[in-house]
Structures are given as C-alpha cells and as structure tokens.
C-alpha cells in the first residue's frame, strides 16, 4: 500500500518562497505519476502539477496555469520524495497542499486517477 507523508508547510509573506516535500513509500515508486494539488477553505481541490515518467530517465512535467513560473516540482526517486518549489508566493495561494501518487493511471487528468493521496500540509501567504 502507498502512502504519502507531506511536509514544508507553513506560514510565509506574500512574495516569499516555501519548499513542500512529500515522502512516498512503494516499490515502483519512480514509475508512478506524482501529483499535487490544493484546497483552500470552501473550495474544490484544484490541481497545481504533476511529474510522470517518460521512459528511460525522463520525467514530464505539467503544470496549472496560474502557477507556471512560480512553482516547480521535482522528484529524487533516491529519496523516494517529490518536492514542491513555490515562489513569488501570494494571498490567494493558501491552502492545503496535497501530494497524490497515480500508480496504474499513466497521465492522470482528474483527481479520481489518483490512488494515493496523503493528508496535507498548510500554506499560509499572508498579504
């Protein structure tokens, strides 16, 4: 069974910078689709990136729009851990961050593909 521990939340300044992890446990770990998504209060989980395997050492990244150029995400398939590099961080990015594995779905385009979700972690951008 996978399950996903999330870290690195916190409380930052608009403009400033956090770096969430998420520790994945699994056998196959680098061949599964890493996700992360977002919920802020009274709203739906939206999506905010995803990395997959592309064959061979290649990863794909894909990003939501709003947060191309602000946020990366990564992973050390050594370290069994994907990352989440956000920048120029503002108000309206607050939320709980969730880390998500697809382990069967190769590009997942919803939420309901993922199998793996682990419990979150808040950010906090005041303004």
């Known amino acids: 069974q996978v399950q996903l521990v999330e870290t690195g939340g916190g409380l930052v300044q608009a403009g400033g910078s956090l770096r969430l992890s998420c520790a994945i446990s699994?056998?196959?770990?680098?061949?599964?689709?890493m996700g992360w998504f977002r919920q802020a209060p009274e709203k739906g989980r939206e999506f905010v990136a995803r990395?997959?395997?592309?064959?061979?050492?290649?990863?794909?990244?894909y990003y939501a729009d709003s947060m191309k150029g602000r946020f990366t995400i990564s992973r050390d398939n050594e370290k069994n851990t994907i990352y989440l590099q956000m920048n120029s961080l503002k108000p309206e990015d607050t939320a709980r961050y969730y880390c998500?594995?697809?382990?069967?779905?190769?590009?997942?385009?919803?939420?309901?593909?993922?199998?793996?979700w682990g419990q979150g972690t808040q950010v906090t951008v005041s303004s």
């Open positions: 990395i997959g395997w592309s064959g061979g050492t290649t990863y794909t990244t």
């Open positions: 998500a594995a697809s382990t069967k779905v190769v590009w997942p385009t919803s939420p309901a593909q993922y199998d793996a």
């Open positions: 699994g056998r196959t770990f680098s061949r599964y689709t």
